[in-house]
């Protein structure tokens, strides 16, 4: 299993793009044996500490294999809507791992 967290930075004024992006992207996870274990849209009061600026959404998602997030990435329907993610997403932390 690899596991992907993202935290999701968008543009302002552009969650409604976001959205349209990921309503096609998050079920295609699952064509790729992905899962998406949780989204989380963070909110300030919820912090109990940072050094950083609280991201518009949290992603966690479990694939198989590393195989499997690249065909993933490389969906050719996913594709046709990447112009919607980068439109709307200022930028992204991805974090790669494991479960211990």
């Not at 935290?7 to 044996?33: C, M, R, S």
């Not at 294999?65 to 046709?80: H, I, P, S, T």
């Not at 930028?91 to 479960?99: A, D, E, H």
């Amino acid at each position: 299993m690899i596991y992907i967290t993202q935290l999701i930075y968008i543009l302002d004024g552009q969650e409604e793009t976001f959205n349209e992006f990921e309503a096609v992207a998050i079920p295609l996870i699952a064509k790729y044996n992905g899962r998406l274990l949780f989204r989380n849209r963070p909110a300030a009061s919820t912090m109990i500490e940072q050094t950083i600026e609280t991201p518009y959404e949290i992603h966690l998602v479990e694939f198989d294999g590393e195989e499997d997030l690249d065909a993933f990435f490389k969906d050719e329907e996913r594709k046709k809507y990447v112009h919607l993610k980068e439109q709307s997403i200022r930028s992204v932390w991805l974090l790669k791992g494991v479960k211990l």
